[in-house]
Nanobody
Framework: QVQLVESGGGLVQPGGSLRLSCTAS????????MGWYRQAPGKRRELVAT???????NYADSVKGRFTVSRDNAKNMVYLQMNSLKPEDTAVYYC????????????????WGQGTQVTVSS
């Protein structure tokens, strides 16, 4: 079994900062891509930022220059540093990872966290 757990969400004023963390646990052999998606009410879930196992990153245009995604492979963790937050960043943020388990080391499956609410409001 594999589980992703997010933390760090909450309420912040416009212009403020939050740092989200996600930890993968369970029967893990290797993690490839990890990242963050978000979904606001009435909207589709969208990519926010991803990072590969080699350190390459990809960001949505709306967050470039404000958000930074990073990972700690030794801890099976991925982070999202969010600066200069705007009300339009309000959404449920989901951790995502491509993970292979020990018994099938070349088979990767996408896992999702339960989501953490980020609200940007004055």
């Amino acid at each position: 079994q594999v589980q992703l757990v997010e933390s760090g969400g909450g309420l912040v004023q416009p212009g403020g900062s939050l740092r989200l963390s996600c930890t993968a646990s369970g029967s893990i052999f290797k993690i490839n891509d990890m990242g963050w998606y978000r979904q606001a009410p009435g909207k589709r879930r969208e990519l926010v930022a991803t990072t590969t196992s080699g350190g390459n990153t990809n960001y949505a245009d709306s967050v470039k220059g404000r958000f930074t995604v990073s990972r700690d492979n030794a801890k099976n963790m991925v982070y999202l540093q969010m600066n200069s937050l705007k009300p339009e960043d309000t959404a449920v943020y989901y951790c995502n990872a491509e993970i292979s388990q020990r018994f099938l080391r070349n088979f990767y499956k996408t896992y999702w966290g339960q989501g953490t609410q980020v609200t940007v409001s004055s």
